[in-house]
């Protein structure tokens, strides 16, 4: 019979150093459960995380802690990775696909227990130039998505503006030209959106955008092509209703799993998502995965009585 493994705090002697942005939603519940575990807590800014965050790595520290979003994970794991440097999370915030994805509780009390007394993993991790991304980078639609869905959350919360920033985006559909290069062979595409994900992905409700489990460790690469509203809505709901497998079968839709591809927009800058963040960047895009990247701390596996 298998049972979950309990965890215990380290002893007060050995605090760990933990870093909580402040402006997590969840900030109060984050300093007790931190604070319980026995961890040494600077609280910050998110402008000064990742000054903060140097500071510590100079001084050799070589476990550390983050509490917040994809983004404040993101900051951190762009310093540790491909260090001996381990990494633990404190998952903060509104969907927490990277905790999920890699056995780090949601629970805020149970996530800085094994954030201490955890094991450590390798975990991939993404690049666009030089620019870590943890979970998924997206090019077109999208983009227009999280401004609309960020204009509206402020008054109707996250589930709603994400609603309307659909509806919005769907009636504002347009495409753009792209070209995806693979091992040097270049295809071009008229498109609305671009997808790419850490890891193979699933689109089917209600897994849609999540890691496929025990899927391929590789970049996922999903392209739409067309400019046909009702027929791009026929393709996506193909990949919702049935998943990927059945939206690979639609001529409209591409998809490749891959270790690093160039995508070039015939423009100098663009602005592209990046774990739900918006970025501008330089283009050509050229995207690719790192493999155990980083030391990531995580929950115990279930061990057998």
Not at 9 to 29: D, I, V, W, Y
Not at 55 to 61: L, P, V, Y
Not at 102 to 131: E, F, R, S
């Amino acid at each position: 019979m298998a049972a979950t493994q309990t965890l215990t705090a380290p002893p007060r002697t050995s605090k760990l150093k933990a870093f909580l942005n402040a402006a997590c939603g969840n900030a109060e519940a984050a300093r007790e459960a931190l604070a319980t575990a026995g961890f040494d807590l600077e609280e910050v800014q998110p402008r000064e995380l990742e000054s903060r965050l140097k500071q510590a790595i100079d001084h050799g520290t070589k476990r550390i802690l983050v509490a917040g979003g994809d983004g404040t994970i993101a900051t951190a794991a762009s310093l540790v990775a491909k260090t001996d440097i381990e990494l633990g999370i404190l998952p903060g915030g509104t969907l927490n696909h990277f905790a999920k994805d890699h056995n780090i509780p949601t629970d805020l009390g149970k996530a800085a227990l094994a954030a201490a007394g955890g094991v450590v993993v390798g975990a991939d991790i993404g690049y666009v130039n030089d620019c870590v991304f943890l979970n998924t980078s997206s090019i077109g639609a999208y983009v227009t998505f999280v401004r609309v869905r960020e204009r509206f959350e402020k008054y109707v919360g996250y589930r709603i503006a994400s609603f309307f920033a659909f509806v919005r985006t769907w009636s504002g559909l347009r495409t753009f030209t792209v070209t995806l290069e693979v091992d040097g062979v270049k295809t071009s595409y008229r498109t609305p959106l671009v997808f790419i994900g850490v890891g193979e992905r699933e689109l089917k409700l209600p897994m849609h955008g999540n890691r496929v489990k025990n899927g391929r460790r590789a970049l996922h690469v999903m392209i739409v092509r067309g400019s046909n509203r009702v027929r791009l809505f026929d393709v996506a709901l193909a990949g919702i209703a049935k998943g990927t497998k059945e939206a690979e079968k639609v001529p409209e839709f591409d998809d490749f799993l891959v270790e690093s591809c160039r995508i070039d927009l015939a423009r100098p800058r663009t602005t592209i998502g990046l774990d739900g963040e918006l970025k501008r960047m330089p283009t050509p895009l050229d995207y690719r995965i790192e493999h155990d990247a980083l030391r990531l701390v995580v929950a115990p596996p279930e061990a057998d009585e």
